[in-house]
């Protein structure tokens, strides 16, 4: 099994549309991250938690909202997608002190 | 804010030969890291560094950071398919406010056989 699996793999919605990503895993790391990745642009930060009690906004937050649900849980909320929300999304873990991440598999967003 | 420029965006290079990709940052690093992320997968880390100047070998890679802690850069000797990606620096710079990571747009190689 993987160490940070993310959910839905594949989603294609509509503008308007309410939609989740959900991150879990299994690494006992205590920082999660959300990044989107677009071509040419690299990988941007949307949301990040260094504990439960802990959500920090990232470089692009904007129409994006996160629940840091566990320590093992971190999910990523569209609450109305629109078409440019159209990326690949990904999310991350680390651990205080080693500041390497350890990415999911990512989940590919297509908003119609 | 801070900005990590990479460059070329991409590289085709002919299977055997030698190419480096640059990486630049805006403004003084704590250290670098390097990831690749295959096609239709996901970043994988390779490699930090953290001193001035310092040069460190993964078989044929070879990763530099600069004196300044401004830029860095990967050369690949004698490529070979299994190098086809997408690489990505990333830099933590000192002092951020939050402790996080500025990824690179990624340098996309393609290999030609």
């Known amino acids: 099994d993987a160490d940070v699996t993310q959910t839905p793999r594949n989603r294609i919605t509509k503008t308007g549309k309410r939609i989740m990503l959900e991150c879990s895993q299994t690494?006992?790391?205590?920082?999660m991250y959300w990044y989107r990745q677009d071509p040419g642009l690299g990988l941007r930060l949307i949301y990040y938690?260094?504990?439960?009690?802990?959500?920090n906004k990232g470089e692009i937050s904007d129409g994006y909202s996160v629940s840091r649900q566990a320590q093992a849980k971190f999910s990523l909320s569209l609450e109305s997608a629109i078409p440019n929300q159209t990326a690949l999304y990904f999310c991350?873990?680390?651990?205080?002190?080693?500041?390497?991440?350890?990415f999911g598999a990512g989940s590919r967003l297509t908003v119609l | 804010g801070q900005q990590v420029m990479q460059i070329p965006q991409y590289q085709h290079v002919q299977e055997g030969e030698d190419f480096t990709t640059y990486c630049n940052s805006s403004t003084t690093l704590s250290n670098i890291q390097w990831y690749k992320q295959r096609p239709g997968g996901h970043p994988v880390f390779l490699i930090q560094?953290?001193?001035?100047?310092e040069v460190k070998k993964q078989k044929r890679l070879t990763f530099q950071f600069g004196e300044a802690k401004k830029n860095s850069s990967l050369h690949i000797t004698a490529t070979q398919t299994t190098d086809v990606g997408t690489y990505f620096c990333?830099?933590?710079?000192?002092?951020?406010?939050?402790?996080?990571?500025?990824f690179g747009g990624g340098t996309r190689v393609l290999v030609k056989p």
């Open positions: 991350a873990t680390s651990v205080s002190g080693a500041n390497v991440l350890t």
């Open positions: 560094l953290v001193k001035s100047g």
């Open positions: 990333a830099g933590w710079r000192i002092k951020a406010a939050g402790n996080k990571l500025t």
């Open positions: 690494k006992g790391h205590d920082r």
């Open positions: 938690s260094f504990d439960v009690k802990d959500i």
